[in-house]
């Protein structure tokens, strides 16, 4: 039966199940962050852009209890490792793709009301038309800041000082803090400011059973090489203009 059939007994709303919901949100952003953004979907809720200079643009679904969500975007860096239980791991490939640094929309953390519901969606509407178009609202509500973020960070250097400042925030250190301070800290290393990514390192805290893996990141870190040169160095490359 189509889903846009299938009513729930007794209601007047219909209820998507998962796999009709991620099959829903395929069809209502995939056309559009290709269109605005250049990302493909790669399925799992994440589309993501190509790799260019060690860093890709990646959009997911914040899932909220299994039945809404609402978007969240930020980059993937292709030299960072993250945790896998006590060893360190990196996600360079679709298959393992994940983001080191993510934000939502501000009326998503902090509004409540119709703020907040303009860029959320849910799996569940009057009909399968009604969940699209919803979904469709939120993604049209949240492209001029998600637009806005990848220009004010399309630089490393700035790109750093938006998660340092990003640390900052108690709602960011709950949701990404180690993974983000991670991040940071190779992001610093491979600008060539590797004894600032110890500091960063540093303010991490782990267990006594992971000192190991603490061990690792550090050693790994000392061995980041630099990969973008000083501002002096780039001279009038309109690369890095």
Not at 38 to 66: K, T
Not at 223 to 239: A, C, F, H, S, T
Request: glycine letters at 6%; aromatic letters at 12%; charged letters at 25%.
């Amino acid at each position: 039966m189509a889903v846009w059939d299938r009513w729930l007994c007794g209601g007047d709303s219909l209820v998507l199940t998962p796999t009709e919901w991620k099959t829903l949100m395929d069809e209502a952003f995939s056309p559009l962050l290709e269109r605005k953004l250049g990302l493909s979907y790669l399925g799992s809720y994440f589309w993501a852009g190509p790799w260019e200079d060690h860093r890709r643009r990646m959009v997911r679904v914040f899932l909220i209890n299994q039945s809404s969500g609402t978007l969240q975007w930020g980059w993937a860096f292709d030299f960072a490792p993250h945790l896998s239980g006590k060893r360190l791991a990196w996600h360079r490939t679709d298959r393992s793709a994940r983001q080191d640094v993510w934000e939502v929309s501000p009326d998503f953390v902090k509004s409540t009301g119709p703020a907040r519901d303009r860029v959320t969606f849910s799996a569940w509407g009057r009909d399968h038309r009604a969940i699209l178009r919803e979904h469709r609202r939120a993604a049209l509500a949240l492209l001029p800041q998600i637009r806005r973020y990848y220009a004010g960070t399309a630089r490393p250097e700035a790109l750093l000082r938006s998660m340092e400042t990003a640390l900052e925030d108690p709602y960011v250190r709950f949701t990404q803090g180690t993974q983000l301070t991670i991040s940071a800290a190779f992001l610093a290393a491979a600008l060539g400011r590797t004894e600032h990514g110890r500091e960063l390192l540093a303010q991490l805290n782990f267990s006594e059973q992971y000192q190991e893996t603490r061990h690792l990141l550090a050693e790994r870190l000392d061995r980041q090489p630099r990969l973008w040169p000083e501002k002096g160095e780039m001279g009038d490359d309109p690369d890095h203009r």
